[in-house]
Structures are given as structure tokens and as C-alpha cells.
């Protein structure tokens, strides 16, 4: 892309940066604060470009919904029924700019019709309670191939289903009918003629051809004899869903980790060449159809890695950050 590409990290405890010449330079974010808040401690967890308009990206922080339109620099706190939880994930609608889903720790999905001036909570009833505390919905996608039905994922409570734009809910599959590990991290659709639901999970990537109802599990090598192969993020790209890329580490956070990257719609995986050694499990991607050759990863620990030619190679930027837990990209 002759002008280049603006890239937005989200950090825990730092905000959002950004850089407008494709990760070259980067610079801190204005965020507008509530006045509970400390400056420079603000957390965010998902970053989402809105389809209708490269300009606005929505951000998903402790203390509420964020809106940026012009790519990142400056963001605007909206009123939401969020303020006090976590947002983890965040979805425009593909055909509507003013519907808006956000998902959130402890587990409630809540949509705005009107831009943000009014919002509902749905009726997701996901589990209160996991090992790990209070369960996040850790995504929320609109189905490529029918808007009106939209997927979500929960760590800890596996997948939900509506087929109505969120006003009911199923988990798919019904609970106890399935192996699948109900710890979902990353969730992605590959659209026809390769439909496939697929998720990752502490242990592997997840997928399914009948809608959810059965699952089959691919497990990517040990990073060592008593170690996992955990796998975070799960993205494919833009113009091509056979190109999957996984976000892979020996734990969480770890202390090293990997890109797994198919070319072959997940029949075979190899450990893409990175520059520079992941520091922590890599954890997220950002892709955009404006340029689908251009994807950006990065580690739980900050390192962030482009790549120009749908992942076949990769650089590494020399700006690191502390924890990374969102990241995406708009065209300039």
C-alpha cells in the first residue's frame, strides 16, 4: 500500500499507541479519562477497525467504551453499561455502522443500535463462574456469510450462537456433547467455499464444519518435554482464508513463543521465520482487506512483528511495549 498503514497497539497499564508509517515511529494516544481513573494506568484488551470507515476504531478498556475517528490519536470515552468491567471484545456490525456489540469480564454481551446512545444488555447467561475466577467473552464476530447470526466465545464457557443479531443465544454445542476445550481464546470464520468455525485453546486449534456441533483438535509441537503448546490469537488472511496464522507460546504469559502459520487451510502448519525470538506467547493479529498481503502480530510482552507479504517473512519493530493485549490496523 503506496501509503502506508496505521497500526494501533492496546497495552495494560499504558494505553493505546500508534504509529502512522507502519510501526516505524509510534506515539502515545490522548484518551479522555473518567475522573476515577489514573492517567496512564488505563487498560485496554480489544481494538476493533469499523468495516464502514477506516477512521473509527473502537477500543475496549476497565472503564468503558473508547471511539477514535481519526485512526488512534485522539479517543473519546462513550457512555455504556460497561464502565466497571472489562471489555474483551468488541464487533460493528457489517452493515450497520450504529450497531454495536461489546463483551466484557464478568461474561455480558450489551448492544447499541443508535451509535452508542443507548444500549441493552443480551441474553448470553454464560457461566459466573471458572477456574480462573470470572469467566470474558473473549470474542464477538458477525457471521461472514449471514450478518443476522453472531458467534461469541468465553474463557472459561466455550462458544454461543444466535441466529437473531444477539436477542437469544445457544452454546454450541449443547453442553457435555462435545470434547471441545471450553477455554476459547481466539475465534475466527473462514467464509465459503471454506466454511469452518475455528477456535484455539491451551491446547491447540479448534475447528468445525457443521456449525459448532463437532470439533476436531490439530496440537502444535511442545516448546519442551514438560511444557504445552498453548495458542492465544487465530486470524486468517483477508483474501485468502487458506493462509491461517496461530498465536503460539510454552504458557501464559511464557517466556517464548511462536507464529504458527498454514498455507493450506490448516492441513499443515509450519513455525513462520521470525527476525528476533518471541519473548512471551504471541498472542494477537491484525489484518485488513484494504491490504491483505500486510500483518501485524505481537507478543504478550510487547513485541511487535509486520509482515509485507502475507507472512511468508516478518520484521520486528525496534519499539517494544510492556503487556499487549490488543492490537489492529487501519489504511492510511
Given at each position: 500500500?503506496?501509503?502506508?498503514?496505521?497500526?494501533?497497539?492496546?497495552?495494560?497499564?499504558?494505553?493505546?499507541?500508534?504509529?502512522?508509517?507502519?510501526?516505524?515511529?509510534?506515539?502515545?494516544?490522548?484518551?479522555?479519562?473518567?475522573?476515577?481513573?489514573?492517567?496512564?494506568?488505563?487498560?485496554?484488551?480489544?481494538?476493533?477497525?469499523?468495516?464502514?470507515?477506516?477512521?473509527?476504531?473502537?477500543?475496549?478498556?476497565?472503564?468503558?467504551?473508547?471511539?477514535?475517528?481519526?485512526?488512534?490519536?485522539?479517543?473519546?470515552?462513550?457512555?455504556?453499561?460497561?464502565?466497571?468491567?472489562?471489555?474483551?471484545?468488541?464487533?460493528?456490525?457489517p452493515?450497520?455502522?450504529?450497531?454495536?456489540?461489546?463483551?466484557?469480564?464478568?461474561?455480558?454481551?450489551?448492544?447499541?443500535?443508535?451509535?452508542?446512545?443507548?444500549?441493552?444488555?443480551?441474553?448470553?447467561?454464560?457461566?459466573?463462574?471458572?477456574?480462573?475466577g470470572?469467566?470474558?467473552?473473549?470474542?464477538?464476530?458477525?457471521?461472514?456469510?449471514?450478518?443476522?447470526?453472531?458467534?461469541?466465545s468465553?474463557?472459561?464457557?466455550?462458544?454461543?450462537?444466535?441466529?437473531?443479531?444477539?436477542d437469544?443465544?445457544e452454546?454450541?454445542p449443547?453442553?457435555?456433547?462435545?470434547e471441545?476445550?471450553?477455554d476459547?481464546?481466539?475465534?475466527?470464520?473462514?467464509?465459503?467455499?471454506?466454511?469452518?468455525?475455528?477456535?484455539?485453546?491451551?491446547?491447540?486449534?479448534?475447528?468445525?464444519?457443521?456449525?459448532?456441533?463437532?470439533w476436531?483438535?490439530?496440537?502444535?509441537?511442545?516448546?519442551?518435554?514438560?511444557?504445552?503448546?498453548?495458542?492465544?490469537?487465530?486470524?486468517?488472511?483477508?483474501?485468502?482464508?487458506?493462509?491461517?496464522?496461530?498465536?503460539?507460546?510454552?504458557?501464559?504469559?511464557?517466556?517464548?513463543?511462536?507464529?504458527?502459520?498454514?498455507?493450506?487451510?490448516?492441513?499443515?502448519?509450519?513455525?513462520?521465520?521470525?527476525?528476533?525470538?518471541?519473548?512471551s506467547?504471541?498472542?494477537?493479529?491484525?489484518?485488513?482487506?484494504?491490504?491483505?498481503?500486510?500483518i501485524?502480530?505481537?507478543?504478550?510482552?510487547?513485541?511487535?512483528?509486520?509482515?509485507?507479504?502475507?507472512g511468508?517473512?516478518?520484521?520486528?519493530?525496534?519499539?517494544?511495549f510492556?503487556?499487549?493485549?490488543?492490537?489492529?490496523?487501519?489504511?492510511?
Amino acid at each position: 500500500m503506496e501509503n502506508g498503514h496505521t497500526i494501533c497497539v492496546g497495552t495494560v497499564g499504558a494505553g493505546v499507541w500508534y504509529s502512522s508509517d507502519s510501526g516505524a515511529r509510534w506515539r502515545r494516544s490522548r484518551m479522555k479519562l473518567p475522573f476515577h481513573a489514573e492517567p496512564g494506568e488505563i487498560q485496554i484488551r480489544s481494538l476493533v477497525v469499523s468495516p464502514h470507515d477506516p477512521n473509527v476504531i473502537y477500543a475496549g478498556s476497565e472503564v468503558g467504551l473508547y471511539r477514535s475517528e481519526d485512526k488512534g490519536a485522539v479517543w473519546d470515552l462513550l457512555e455504556s453499561p460497561a464502565d466497571g468491567k472489562q471489555i474483551w471484545s468488541i464487533a460493528v456490525h457489517p452493515d450497520d455502522p450504529n450497531v454495536v456489540l461489546i463483551g466484557t469480564k464478568p461474561p455480558c454481551v450489551f448492544r447499541t443500535r443508535d451509535g452508542g446512545q443507548n444500549w441493552e444488555e443480551l441474553p448470553i447467561n454464560a457461566a459466573e463462574r471458572c477456574l480462573a475466577g470470572a469467566p470474558k467473552v473473549t470474542n464477538l464476530l458477525f457471521d461472514p456469510r449471514d450478518s443476522g447470526t453472531v458467534w461469541a466465545s468465553v474463557e472459561i464457557d466455550g462458544i454461543y450462537r444466535s441466529v437473531d443479531g444477539g436477542d437469544t443465544w445457544e452454546h454450541r454445542p449443547a453442553l457435555g456433547k462435545s470434547e471441545l476445550n471450553q477455554d476459547i481464546h481466539g475465534l475466527t470464520i473462514s467464509p465459503d467455499p471454506h466454511r469452518k468455525i475455528i477456535a484455539t485453546t491451551p491446547d491447540g486449534i479448534w475447528t468445525s464444519a457443521d456449525e459448532g456441533q463437532s470439533w476436531t483438535l490439530h496440537e502444535f509441537p511442545r516448546f519442551s518435554k514438560r511444557g504445552i503448546s498453548y495458542c492465544r490469537g487465530v486470524a486468517l488472511k483477508a483474501d485468502d482464508p487458506n493462509v491461517m496464522f496461530v498465536g503460539n507460546g510454552d504458557f501464559i504469559p511464557g517466556k517464548v513463543g511462536a507464529i504458527q502459520r498454514s498455507t493450506d487451510g490448516g492441513q499443515t502448519w509450519q513455525a513462520a521465520p521470525l527476525p528476533v525470538v518471541p519473548n512471551s506467547t504471541m498472542y494477537w493479529f491484525a489484518t485488513h482487506p484494504a491490504d491483505p498481503d500486510f500483518i501485524v502480530a505481537n507478543s504478550l510482552h510487547g513485541y511487535v512483528y509486520t509482515s509485507q507479504d502475507g507472512g511468508a517473512s516478518w520484521t520486528k519493530s525496534e519499539r517494544e511495549f510492556g503487556e499487549v493485549r490488543a492490537l489492529a490496523w487501519a489504511p492510511n
